[in-house]
């Protein structure tokens, strides 16, 4: 059995003013959704110190923060000690290779929990931890 064709190939010029509106409208919730606040450390409280010419690492990283209040900062949330423990041995469990802690601190840290911290990684396997800090601005007088 034959089925009769009543359906025609679209032969007319392509439009392209319905690809605009929509375009259009995608960049305004793109550009509404940068200004929406993110939960995590806010921008302006860690102020890590400057330094040039410091080593990093090739190996696999895991990060956290810690702020002027000893807040401990985990992807971006505010966690507790404990979490932080959990987030680590979890961390180490996952990686394939050594991991190496860096830690982003304030420059009000007290060095006391800065040790913590390190001896806090070394309970679960990560031998090595970093200090994040910032490049010296240029223009700026070089201090011995």
């Known amino acids: 059995m034959k089925f009769p064709r009543n359906a025609k190939i679209l032969r007319s010029?392509?439009?392209?003013?319905?690809?605009?509106?929509?375009?259009?409208?995608?960049?305004?919730?793109?550009?509404?959704g940068a200004l929406m606040p993110v939960a995590g450390v806010p921008l302006l409280s860690l102020?890590?110190?400057?330094a040039d010419?410091?080593?990093?690492?090739?190996?696999?990283?895991?990060?956290?923060?810690?702020?002027?209040n000893s807040n401990f900062y985990?992807?971006?949330q505010i966690v507790s000690l404990q979490v932080l423990r959990t987030n680590l041995r979890a961390a180490t469990n996952a990686?394939?290779?050594?991991?190496?802690?860096?830690?982003?601190?304030?420059?009000?840290?007290?060095?006391?929990?800065?040790?913590?911290?390190?001896l806090l990684a070394r309970d679960y396997g990560?031998?090595?931890?970093?200090?994040?800090t910032l490049p010296r601005v240029?223009?700026?007088a070089a201090q011995p």
């Open 126 to 132: 990560i031998t090595n931890a970093w200090l994040a």
């Open 53 to 68: 010419g410091l080593p990093g690492t090739d190996q696999p990283t895991v990060a956290m923060a810690v702020d002027a």
């Open 74 to 76: 985990f992807e971006n």
């Open 138 to 140: 240029e223009g700026a």
């Open 47 to 50: 102020q890590p110190p400057r």
């Open 13 to 32: 010029n392509f439009d392209v003013a319905p690809f605009a509106a929509v375009f259009f409208l995608l960049l305004i919730f793109v550009m509404l």
């Open 95 to 118: 990686a394939r290779a050594p991991l190496t802690l860096i830690i982003h601190a304030d420059k009000a840290v007290s060095y006391d929990t800065l040790v913590q911290l390190t």
